[in-house]
């Protein structure tokens, strides 16, 4: 069993910018297929970014070009750079693994994940 911890989470006014880690606890965490996805309430989980073991990173359109996705396989950790942050970006973030590797829509198909971590909220107050 693989376990993922979230951090950084926290309350930001729009515009401000927020840095999200997640940290794994297996050591084969280079190989794994990492992302970030979100849930706010009454909707349902959504992917934000994905990026494979070759360090490609994968962004849904509303985020592109205000998040960074990017990986320490040395420090077996996941980090979102969160910029120009908006109200609708406020969710609980999610860090998840696929042990299958990025496949093609991954961020569509949240129920591929292999691993889930428990989740850190992020506020945007406009």
């Known amino acids: 069993q693989v376990r993922l911890v979230e951090s950084g989470g926290g309350s930001v006014q729009a515009g401000g910018s927020l840095r999200l880690s997640c940290t794994a606890s297996?050591?084969?965490?280079?190989?794994?297929?990492m992302a970030w996805f979100r849930q706010a309430p009454g909707k349902e989980r959504e992917g934000v970014a994905a990026?494979?073991?070759?360090?490609?990173?994968d962004y849904v359109g509303s985020v592109k070009d205000r998040f960074a996705i990017s990986r320490d396989n040395a420090k077996k950790t996941l980090y979102l750079q969160m910029n120009s942050l908006k109200p609708e970006d406020t969710a609980m973030y999610y860090c998840a693994a696929d042990v299958r590797g990025c496949r093609r829509d991954y961020l569509l198909n949240p129920h591929w994940t292999s691993y889930w971590g428990q989740g850190t909220q992020v506020t945007v107050a406009s």
């Open positions: 990026i494979d073991s070759s360090d490609t990173p």
């Open positions: 297996t050591n084969t965490f280079s190989r794994y297929c």
